[in-house]
């Protein structure tokens, strides 16, 4: 059975900075495609971020990229998002998620298995 378990969200100020991890378990880590996914109140998950089974050139949203690191440690099966210059509407439950993927994907139904999320609020 897959799982997946996300830690490390919270209440952060503007400008502040939080690392999420998420451990999985029941699947070969090392040859699984990553994902973070968010859902703000009354918003659709979006994607945020992808790390493909190599960890080479991972994936972002316009909106996080450039603030946000994705990676991963196959010796812990945990993929990791660091997320600085946090900003108030970065503020959603954040999913980690895998499946039998191929290659990296940034839409929600390519992906089978999801955490149970963490929430993250960022105040002004």
């Known amino acids: 059975q897959v799982q997946l378990v996300e830690s490390g969200g919270g209440l952060v100020q503007a400008g502040g900075s939080l690392r999420l991890s998420c451990v999985v378990s029941?699947?070969?880590?090392?040859?699984?495609?990553l994902g973070w996914f968010r859902q703000a109140p009354g918003k659709e998950r979006e994607f945020v971020a992808v790390?493909?089974?190599?960890?080479?050139?991972?994936v972002y949203a316009d909106s996080v990229k450039d603030r946000f690191t994705i990676s991963r440690d196959n010796a812990k099966n945990t993929v990791y998002l660091q997320m600085n210059s946090l900003k108030p509407e970065d503020t959603a439950v954040y999913y980690c998620?895998?499946?039998?993927?191929?290659?990296?994907?940034?839409?929600?139904?390519?992906?089978?298995?999801w955490g149970q999320g963490t929430q993250v609020t960022v105040s002004s």
């Open positions: 998620a895998t499946g039998p993927l191929l290659v990296r994907r940034t839409d929600t139904k390519a992906y089978t298995y």
């Open positions: 029941g699947r070969t880590f090392s040859s699984s495609v």
């Open positions: 790390i493909g089974r190599s960890a080479d050139n991972p």
